[in-house]
């Protein structure tokens, strides 16, 4: 290895292990959480999917799905169904302050998934979901 690729290499190390580059990736604490409990409540669960999160967004039930109030583009802002409120961007890369404060996003992940499924979300959905949301650019 010459010194200039020994260079590079260190860099991309430390850039890998610089905890703040961890800390900006958004939704990452929110992935371990669920995929944590996603183990537990699934045996055999390996990863979640970005693909899965995003047609759980639009499946209808019933009349309902997550898209009646968030409408089907993630980076738009949306109205709430009935009281007709303005719902802001879901999706990081339209709006910094999503999946920034895990207790809020329990919150409205309890109220809404009752709303349009009629139960909780498992910690799969959650997941998929939210691995979806992060990946939209
Ligand atoms: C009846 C209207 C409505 C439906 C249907 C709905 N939501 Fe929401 N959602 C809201 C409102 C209102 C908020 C809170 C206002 C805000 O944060 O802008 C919210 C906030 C959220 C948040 C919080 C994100 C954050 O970091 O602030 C998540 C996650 C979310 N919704 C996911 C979903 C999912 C998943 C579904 C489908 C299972 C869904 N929503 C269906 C109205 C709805």
Not at 18 to 41: F, I, N, V, W
């Amino acid at each position: 290895m010459n010194r200039i690729s020994l260079l590079l290499a260190a860099t991309a190390v430390l850039t890998i292990a610089s905890p703040s580059a961890l800390a900006a990736q958004p939704g990452s604490a929110l992935l371990d959480t669920y995929h944590a409990a996603a183990m537990k409540e699934e045996p055999g669960f390996r990863d979640f999917s970005a693909r899965r999160g995003e047609q759980f967004f639009h499946a209808k039930h019933g009349d309902t799905s997550c898209a009646s109030c968030h409408t089907d583009n993630p980076k738009a802002g949306g109205k709430h169904a009935k009281t007709g409120k303005a719902i802001e961007p879901l999706a990081p890369v339209a709006n910094a302050k999503r999946l920034s404060d895990a207790a809020k996003v329990e919150k409205w992940f309890k109220r809404n998934c009752n709303d349009v499924l009629q139960r909780a979300c498992t910690a799969r959905e959650k997941g998929d979901f939210v691995a979806w949301l992060v990946s939209v650019k």
